[in-house]
């Protein structure tokens, strides 16, 4: 097997040759180098690439973290970027394994199939929603059917009369008939695996828009039995030309009967590619940091809706949708998140601590438009050594203001006294998520 390319974020790939053990430069075959071109432009059009060119020896690879294989064989894993580790490879890798684990019904991006390792943890609601939606193409398409022998007692003739179990009947059913005879159905092992799982999913799932399908898929499947030997159906499971359309379904079928999730760093589970966008995640992570540790009577919505930059000819434009808007009482608190590393020392007018200016319009008529124009915000980064402490308060105005402060993703808590201007935050901000 080829030798895996392991890098992080916004890596850049060529095909010249390149110093190795680097996570920030790697080489690839031309093969994959065109091919991750073609499938850049093919995503772009859904909404993001890829990969960025730089020239016509260089790809930049974007803020996605995952493993994705191209045709040629060649495997790329791409690991969260964080200072803290360097090209510290495992420990990139149980960092995205624990965030991951929390917040995995995040969009992915899919692509060809490669091996993925998986992690023991109560099946998730994207987990389910990718195999239901395989099922419901599968049976689109159309279920395989299939002959199967099946031995019988009846009071009439079908098919062959079994002779020698007839002459071994008792004195008095002479009346009844040993028959075998072929049935044409969809008592496959594949058919079985798919209905155990899809029972399972019906059980578990809690998202509407999941029960929904996986109840008229059951209805449509009904009649077909379960599986009650999984591991000798799955050995029996075939993969010739007419069973093409059920592959995509079997690693979700796999995953969920043996109540496992897929984690997008290599291991040996062999199903789709999957690639995170890492600021979802860091965004989701933190959401779960503030709903576990934020008091009862205070409540959080994410991605507000409700408010636009602007009217114009009796219409709103430019929805503004902060990652969340926190509430409690009178009072109300505008926080976003960013996953980009700071640096503390940086502090002059030159370089503002890394600090975006575009961030910064943003947060500004987040307070004009949800606050308004009087209150605190909060501006979400990781921690990293070069950021471990809140930066200096930034004001807009008199009554608005704007703290930007670091999360820490080992201990799981944001760091600093958040206490002036935050009032539920100052028993809240030292407990970790359990």
């Known amino acids: 097997m080829r030798q895996p390319v392991v890098v992080r974020e916004y890596a850049r790939l060529t095909t010249s040759a390149v110093a190795e053990g680097s996570l920030d430069v790697a080489r690839v075959s031309e093969s994959a180098f065109d091919w991750l071109c073609r499938e850049s432009a093919r995503l772009q059009k859904s909404g993001a690439a890829l990969v960025q060119v730089d020239d016509r020896r260089w790809l930049r690879l974007d803020s996605y973290v995952g493993v994705i294989e191209t045709p040629c064989g060649t495997r790329i894993e791409i690991l969260p970027k964080t200072a803290e580790h360097g090209d510290n490879r495992d420990a990139a890798r149980c960092l995205l394994r624990k965030m991951l684990a929390r917040c995995l019904d995040l969009p992915a991006r899919e692509t060809s199939p490669t091996d993925i390792q998986t992690f023991d943890t109560p099946l998730t609601e994207w987990v389910m929603r990718q195999f239901l939606q395989a099922l419901d193409k599968l049976v689109k398409r159309g279920l395989r059917f299939d002959y199967h022998r099946v031995q019988e007692e009846q009071r009439f003739l079908r098919g062959r009369l079994d002779v020698p179990r007839q002459l071994r009947q008792p004195p008095g059913r002479d009346h009844l008939f040993q028959i075998e005879h072929d049935v044409f159905d969809a008592d496959r092992p594949e058919n079985?695996?798919?209905?155990?799982?899809?029972?399972?999913?019906?059980?578990?799932?809690?998202?509407?828009?999941?029960?929904?399908?996986?109840?008229?898929?059951?209805?449509?499947?009904?009649?077909?039995?379960r599986s009650c030997n999984v591991n000798e159906d799955?050995?029996?499971?075939?993969?010739?030309?007419l069973l093409t359309h059920y592959?995509?379904?079997?690693?979700?079928?796999?995953l969920i009967l043996g109540e496992q999730t897929p984690l997008s760093v290599m291991g040996e589970w062999h199903g789709t590619s999957l690639l995170f966008p890492m600021e979802k995640i860091f965004e989701r992570y933190v959401e779960a940091y503030l709903r576990k540790t934020l008091p009862r009577d205070a409540t959080i919505k994410t991605q507000a809706s409700s408010q636009y930059l602007c009217g114009h000819d009796s219409q709103e434009w430019f929805q503004l949708k902060p990652d969340f808007l926190i509430k409690q009482g009178e009072r109300t608190w505008v926080l976003d998140t960013k996953w980009k590393l700071l640096d503390q020392a940086l502090?002059?007018?030159?370089?503002?601590?890394?600090?975006s200016q575009?961030?910064?319009?943003?947060?500004?008529a987040y307070g004009h438009r949800y606050l308004p124009a009087e209150g605190q915000m909060l501006l979400i980064y990781p921690m990293t050594h070069r950021f471990q402490q809140p930066l200096p308060v930034f004001t807009y105005s008199q009554h608005l203001h704007l703290r930007v402060v670091p999360?820490?993703?080992?201990?799981?808590?944001?760091?600093?006294?958040?206490?002036?201007?935050?009032?539920?935050?100052?028993a809240q901000t030292n407990e970790a998520i359990q």
């Not at 799982?197 to 996986?214: K, M, P």
């Not at 502090?347 to 600090?355: A, E, P, R, V």
């Open 192 to 225: 079985r695996l798919l209905c155990l799982a899809l029972d399972r999913v019906c059980r578990l799932t809690r998202d509407a828009g999941n029960w929904r399908l996986a109840h008229e898929l059951a209805t449509f499947l009904a009649p077909v039995p």
């Open 247 to 254: 592959q995509p379904a079997r690693p979700w079928c796999a």
């Open 347 to 355: 502090g002059g007018t030159k370089d503002k601590y890394g600090l």
């Open 407 to 426: 999360f820490d993703l080992q201990n799981d808590r944001l760091v600093g006294d958040l206490s002036q201007g935050s009032g539920f935050w100052v």
């Open 234 to 241: 799955f050995r029996r499971w075939r993969s010739d030309r």
């Open 358 to 364: 575009s961030d910064f319009y943003q947060l500004f």
